[in-house]
């Protein structure tokens, strides 16, 4: 389906696929090589990104991985500020996404820095938030906010992340939210053979007829699976990006961005459609 997200204003297309690229200004993320602390390192990632061929930047200043103890909101909100007053003066007309699960970080990034999309995976079980409360507050701030919100289901198995999105994007409805992306959740709630299992099945996301972004990139379920670090996992993330575009993902959500644009340029040209440019 030819999908296509209002960006403040920007219509983004997801008629062939698009590439988020990750930019972690964190000191914590699971994978090393994907910390940007400094201005300098920042405005390196974002020209990065978009010389690779990234339409979407994804900025996330307090770590949600499994086992993670977030950062406080004041910590959070510096470490987004000062990242994001670099990426606005870089590329001012980049389309930024905003990593996080606390709706008042959401409104000072859309509000401040014109964020133009909320990604939120909630918050970390772990931790002493709760899951449930704070994704209801989030949606209610960004059908406030206006912007494209990509909602992450935790959900074991295919059946309960179906049952979960299909609860979620209800809700958001009655709230007046317009553009929604779902993401199985890769990595959050769920097994090594469940993510697996939920891969093999993904095509079934489709019945929700809403896009599809897709996280997999140097997680656990491939360096676990095939006993290396996340730095030896980028063959591994390959494969499964291929996959999961194969099933019908509109996003890929990548560290790699260059590879994750020569995925889809492969698949656009297999399946007769124009490669992106």
């Not at 914590?28 to 990104?49: G, K, L």
């Not at 509000?111 to 909320?118: H, S, W, Y």
């Not at 939210?177 to 890769?186: A, R, Y």
């Amino acid at each position: 389906m030819d999908y296509t997200l209002n960006c403040n204003g920007r219509l983004l297309s997801l008629a062939t696929p698009q590439v988020m690229g990750i930019m972690n200004v964190t000191p914590d993320s699971f994978y090393a090589a994907s910390r940007q602390q400094t201005e300098t390192a920042v405005a390196a990632r974002v020209e990065e990104i978009l010389t690779q061929g990234g339409s979407i930047i994804d900025v996330g200043a307090c770590s949600t991985r499994p086992g993670s103890d977030p950062v406080s909101e004041t910590d959070e909100m510096e470490r987004l500020r000062q990242a994001l007053a670099v990426v606005r003066r870089e590329t001012p007309d980049a389309i930024v996404s905003i990593d996080t699960f606390r709706p008042t970080v959401a409104r000072m990034a859309v509000e401040e820095f014109g964020a133009d999309i909320i990604n939120d995976v909630g918050a970390p079980a772990n931790s002493q938030f709760s899951i449930l409360n704070s994704q209801f507050d989030m949606f209610r701030m960004v059908a406030r906010l206006h912007v494209p919100y990509i909602y992450m289901s935790r959900g074991a198995t295919m059946k309960e992340i179906l049952m979960d999105c299909a609860e979620s994007v209800a809700q958001l409805r009655t709230m007046g939210q317009k553009d929604i992306v779902l993401d199985p959740g890769f990595g959050f709630g769920k097994t090594l053979e469940q993510n697996y299992e939920v891969m093999n099945c993904l095509e079934r996301m489709q019945m929700t007829r809403l896009p599809i972004l897709v996280g997999v990139s140097r997680k656990s379920m491939i360096y676990k699976l095939l006993d290396c670090q996340p730095e030896q996992a980028l063959n591994g993330t390959t494969a499964l990006n291929t996959m999961a575009l194969l099933k019908g993902a509109d996003i890929l959500r990548v560290h790699d961005v260059r590879e994750a644009v020569e995925c889809v340029k492969i698949m656009a040209a297999t399946q007769s459609l124009h490669p992106v440019q």
